[in-house]
């Protein structure tokens, strides 16, 4: 039950949960356009970075004891240490090309869907998710930074199923599809590993919240109505059955309401028309 706040003689409820829109107005300055982009673009920055220094992931990395030994750069850095996986040479190279186009589009369209602001808080929330993961959990996930490329996709997708990715520059795909295969692999990790659950939760705590949720939510809702509509339409018919038939001419009240039925010497029921002598 919703407590209540006594004040004089009344009983008061206390004041809603703040908006969207009241949170917009009041931290509107964290607003920050193509969150995604630049996201995307320090990735490559690290990419190119580790042709001329290799130990670079290694440098950036998650490192609890040495983040509070002093390091506290590496709680942020550690999101592009992922570049590192990405190797030197050709598909590499084409591989970090490709996350930056496909980092773009999504960039684009999160922010036409849901705006600049929403789009900052999804990217935000999805940072300091795995900055609690990495501190709360025994074990450190090494290159975690991916993790935020795959809510935005899960983000991208919910909002835009029907979106076709031409795979393998070949294979024309629904964007939904792609981020099926993707929820089962991480139904796989997780089941092979239960230790990962929380850590994924906290991950892609920022899909749920703004995308899972209420695609959820609008899912159920569009379900209600067309139960509704369904109940409704057989009450209708129900309702549109003819109660009274000519037995001649197979008239009812229906398809002529002045119509007049009586029950013949027969026990068949006739129009005043073709009531039988």
């Known amino acids: 039950m919703m407590e209540l706040v ?22 509107g300055w964290l607003a920050f356009p193509g969150f995604l982009r630049f996201y995307a673009l320090f990735q490559a920055l690290v990419y190119l970075l580790q042709w ?34 990405f190797s030197t040479r050709m598909m590499g190279m084409l591989a970090m090309v490709f ?25 935000l929330l999805g940072m300091v ?24 996709f899960f983000a991208f997708a919910t909002l835009y199923p029907k979106v076709e990715f031409l795979l393998f520059l070949i294979l024309p795909v629904q964007v ?11 139904v796989l990790a997780m089941l092979s590993d239960l230790r990962l659950v929380p850590f994924f939760l906290l991950g892609y705590g ?26 409704f339409g057989s009450a209708k018919a129900v309702e549109t059955v003819a ?16 119509l007049e039925f009586r029950v013949g010497s027969d026990g068949n029921e006739y129009c005043a028309d073709h009531l039988p002598q």
């Open 99 to 123: 996350l930056v186009m496909i980092s773009f589009m999504m960039s684009n369209a999160l922010e036409d869907a849901w705006g600049v602001f929403k789009t900052t808080l999804f990217m």
């Open 176 to 186: 939904r599809f792609l981020a099926w295969i993707q929820a089962a692999g991480l």
């Open 6 to 27: 006594k004040r004089g003689n009344f009983a008061e409820a206390p004041p809603p949960m703040i908006s969207l829109g009241q949170l917009e107005r009041r931290l």
């Open 243 to 258: 109660f009274h038939s000519c037995e001649q001419c197979d008239r009812t009240e229906i398809t002529d309401p002045g």
């Open 52 to 85: 001329v220094s290799p130990d670079i992931g290694r440098m950036l990395d998650f490192d609890r004891g040495r983040i509070l030994g002093g390091e506290v750069w590496r709680v942020v850095t550690f999101l592009f240490s992922a570049a590192t996986l």
């Open 206 to 231: 920022n899909y749920l919240i703004f995308a899972g949720i209420p695609a959820l939510r609008g899912t159920a809702r569009v379900m209600e109505a067309a139960h509704r509509r369904k109940i």
């Open 129 to 152: 998710g795995l900055i609690v993961a990495n501190f709360l959990m025994p074990q450190v996930m090494p290159y975690c930074g991916l993790l935020l490329y795959g809510s935005a």
